[in-house]
Structures are given as structure tokens and as C-alpha cells.
């Protein structure tokens, strides 16, 4: 198969290198120069583990190349794939849908034969008919079909989430569209994972509804943590607890700072506003954003608490920014609400993570950057552990605990446990979702 991926964002170019490992030939189109030169040379523009290696192997094969030339990557490919932004539209919440539909009606001046031009973006319920309207007025001669193919994959985990998906999910308008995505797919057909083939606006509202539905569940585990810690009990064998329950599972049940990245915020957001304009308020999500917000609030309070209810001249150590390990991805990280108010308040911040930095440095203004936990630590009057990178998980604890002025740790990620921790010479350890009864 011939496939044109445009887009060469996160989505896009994991898709298009995973694509061409199948064996397919993909030709990744960027409007960017400078990511398609960067690409052309060999270098990945995002961190994700894999994705250098799995990229140079298939360039090598050629069978995966990087272009500007939209018109040229689309003449001729079975399956054009548009992968671009859809960012929350500033003001109302929707997705912005411009980058999407400019690429739909570029794809369709390229048509020359028969495509099918498939929205990998998250895009609202009904969009898949809208491409579908703009192609064909673009060009009315075209020969094709549209097809919705959500994304499921979690950044630091994006090529075994593609090469061994829970589920695929297509959205076709014909027979036609079906047996060429079964062609792309065929791979993972063969190995049993599961491809659901259904109408567009299904595939459409899956997309949305597994991100909220994901998104509440960890939003009720931090209820129950923030419960737990007046009312008593801990939320790890809460979570334990109920999670052995076949119906409820175990998976996304680790009370944290709350959740932050690209997809959930974005996503709840477009639910939400898709609720309401179909005068079908989504409340349970609309609970969710909110709930999400004062979690990362109270995150604060229990920082606030560890130097003694005053940031004020007080030094802490953050390790980790990035919404979670194994990404340089800043997007809504709880760190972008949380290390803000400490500044605020007058707190000293020195910040370690493997990835964040490139990013985070516009993004944090006023906090020290630094190499090494331990250095982080030094005369430090609290460590805050903000991201459970596994750099941080096996820290010699008495070595941080002997450097610091007052050796106070603040576990946003419960990496560590109480017992642990105090038996290692710090004097206090505070995690989440735990009663002191
Ligand atoms: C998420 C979904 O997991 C993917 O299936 C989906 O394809 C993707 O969004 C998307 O829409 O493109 P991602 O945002 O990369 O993937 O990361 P997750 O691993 O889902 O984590 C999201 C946030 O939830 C992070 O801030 C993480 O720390 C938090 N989280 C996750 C928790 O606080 N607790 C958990 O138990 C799990």
C-alpha cells in the first residue's frame, strides 16, 4: 500500500514510521521546513522511546520518506492520512478544526485516483462529513472516500501501543474504504488484535468518549484519595481493591496531581462543548475538568503544608515537570499549575527531568535548572516528586535526605512508601490519598 501521512506531529510521524514497518511505502508531508530537513536528516523532532531507531531502519529500506510536496506525496496513494493539530480553539472549547480541513481540501487538488482520505486527528462527531463536503467541492471529479481512524496511543508508549493495539478503530462510508483499511491493517489482523469497523460518527465519538471515560477514572481515584486522607484509609489498596474487580480493572487508578497532556485536557474540553452546543450537557464530564483543576490545587496545599504553610524563603527541589515520564510533552502538565504558585508564594524552585527542559524553560520562568536530584536536593527544604520518571524511583535516600536543610519529601506520584522513606532519614514523607488514622 501507498500511504501519505500529513502531518508530522506526535501522531503523525509515530503512525507513518509504524506504517512503514509493516511494510507499507509512507511518505510523511510537513509544511515545516525545517521538521522535514530535520527528518531527512535522521533526527526525530519529539522524544519518544524507539522511535530513532524504528525511523532509521525503514528510511534505510525506503520505504519511509519526508516531504514538503503535498500534491506529490497524495498523487497515487491508496490512503491518505490526515494527522495535523486540532488544538482547543481559543474562547469556546471546540476543536479547531482549520488545520484539518485546510489539509482536506490541499488533498483534494493532489486526487488523481482513487484514495481514501482518513482523519487520524481527534476530531468532533460529524467532521468525517464535512472533510467529505470539502474534498468533494474542492474537487468534484475526485475519486474517493473519507474514513475515521482514531488515535489510541500514550506518548513514552506510542509504538507498542500501535504495534499491539487493544483495538483499531475504522470509520468507513463504503465497502470500498473498509477493504483498503483492512489492507493497512492487515498485520494486526492476522496477529488477532482486534479491528472494529463501524460508521463514521461511532468511530468518531469513541475517540472522545475513551479519553473521558479514562479521564473520570482517574478523576474518581483522586476523589477517593482526597477522601481518603480525611476520612482515612489508603488509595493504593483502595485502588487495589477495587481494581481486582474484572469490571472495574486495574489500569488508570494511580491517584496523582491530576491529569494533564495533550489529549485529555483537549479532549474533555471538545466533549463538553460538543454537550452543550447539542444542548446534551456532558455533567459528568463537565465534573471531571473541574474536579481535575482542584486537584492540582490541592497538590499545592500539601507543598504548602511541608514548608510549614509558607513558601516564602523556602527552597524545594521538583523532580520532574512533564505530564508524565518518558515524554519532553509540557502540555498541561500539573507542573504548569503547580510550580507557578510556589514561585508565587515566594519559594526558591530548582527542577530536574530527563526530558522537560527544552520545553519547560519558557514555560517555568524563574526556576533553576538542574542535572542531578541529589545537586536539586542540596539545602533544600522540601523534594517534591512531580513525574515518576524511573531516574527518580530508585534515589538513595539517605544520600538526598543528608543534603537537604530539613529533609521533607512530598510524593505527587506515591513512588515511594512512608515506611521507606522515614527509615531513611527524612523526617517527613507526604504522599497522596493517605489517612493518618
Ligand atoms: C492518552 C490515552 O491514554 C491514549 O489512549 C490516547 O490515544 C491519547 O491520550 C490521545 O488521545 O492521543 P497520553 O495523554 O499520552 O494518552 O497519556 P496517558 O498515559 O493516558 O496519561 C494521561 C495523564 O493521566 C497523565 O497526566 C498521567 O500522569 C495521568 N494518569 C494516568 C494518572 O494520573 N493516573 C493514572 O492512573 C493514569
Not at 153 to 162: P, W
Request: net charge negative; charged share 25%.
Amino acid at each position: 500500500m501507498r500511504i501519505a501521512m500529513i502531518g508530522t506531529g506526535y501522531v503523525g510521524l509515530v503512525s507513518g514510521v509504524c506504517f512503514s514497518d509493516f511494510g507499507h511505502d509512507v511518505v510523511c508531508v510537513d509544511k515545516s521546513e525545517r521538521k522535514i530537513e530535520m527528518l531527512q536528516a535522521g533526527e526525530v523532532p519529539i522524544y519518544e522511546p524507539g522511535l530513532d531507531v524504528l525511523m532509521a531502519k525503514n528510511v534505510s529500506a525506503g520505504r519511509l520518506t519526508f516531504t514538503t510536496d503535498l500534491a506529490s506525496a497524495v498523487d497515487g496513494a491508496d490512503a491518505v492520512f490526515i494527522a495535523v493539530g486540532t488544538p482547543t480553539r481559543r474562547g469556546d472549547g471546540h476543536a479547531d478544526l482549520t488545520y484539518v480541513m485546510a489539509a482536506a481540501e490541499e488533498i483534494a487538488q493532489a486526487i488523481t485516483e482513487y484514495t481514501v482520505v482518513v482523519t487520524k486527528s481527534t476530531v468532533p462527531v460529524g467532521t468525517n462529513r464535512k472533510v467529505h463536503a470539502v474534498v468533494s467541492a474542492a474537487n468534484p471529479k475526485a475519486s474517493f472516500d473519507v474514513a475515521s481512524n482514531p488515535e489510541f496511543l500514550r506518548e513514552g508508549a506510542a509504538i507498542d501501543d500501535f504495534m499491539r493495539p487493544d483495538r483499531v478503530v475504522v470509520g468507513v462510508e463504503s465497502e470500498r474504504a473498509a477493504e483498503v483499511m483492512a489492507e493497512i491493517y492487515r498485520p494486526l489482523y492476522l496477529r488477532d488484535f482486534p479491528i472494529l469497523t463501524t460508521d463514521l460518527e461511532s468511530a468518531e465519538m469513541i475517540k472522545y468518549a475513551a479519553n473521558a471515560f479514562l479521564a473520570t477514572k482517574i478523576t474518581f481515584i483522586n476523589e477517593i484519595a482526597g477522601l481518603c486522607e480525611r476520612a482515612g484509609g489508603d488509595v493504593k489498596e483502595v485502588a487495589r481493591g477495587i481494581g481486582l474487580d474484572g469490571r472495574i480493572g486495574n489500569k488508570f487508578l494511580h491517584a496523582g496531581p491530576g491529569y494533564g497532556g495533550s489529549c485529555f485536557p483537549k479532549d474533555t474540553a471538545a466533549l463538553a462543548r460538543i454537550g452543550q452546543d447539542h444542548a446534551h450537557p456532558m455533567q459528568i464530564t463537565e465534573t471531571v475538568i473541574r474536579v481535575n483543576d482542584e486537584v492540582k490545587k490541592r497538590m499545592i496545599e500539601k507543598i504548602r503544608e511541608a514548608c510549614d504553610d509558607n513558601f516564602n524563603g523556602k527552597t524545594v527541589a521538583v523532580l520532574g515537570v512533564t505530564f508524565k515520564p518518558n515524554t519532553d510533552d509540557m502540555r498541561d502538565a500539573p507542573s504548569l499549575t503547580i510550580v507557578p504558585a510556589l514561585i508565587g508564594g515566594g519559594a526558591r524552585v530548582r527542577v530536574v527531568d530527563p526530558q522537560g527542559r527544552a520545553e519547560g524553560e519558557a514555560l517555568l520562568p524563574g526556576v533553576e535548572w538542574l542535572d542531578d536530584p541529589y545537586a536539586a536536593a542540596a539545602e533544600a527544604d522540601v523534594v517534591v516528586l512531580l513525574t515518576e520518571w524511573n531516574e527518580f524511583r530508585a534515589l538513595n535516600l539517605n544520600d538526598l535526605a543528608e543534603t537537604m536543610k530539613s529533609a521533607r519529601m512530598v510524593d505527587l506520584r506515591n513512588i515511594y512508601s512512608s515506611a521507606l522513606v522515614l527509615g531513611s532519614g527524612f523526617e517527613t514523607y507526604v504522599g497522596v490519598g493517605v489517612g493518618d488514622h
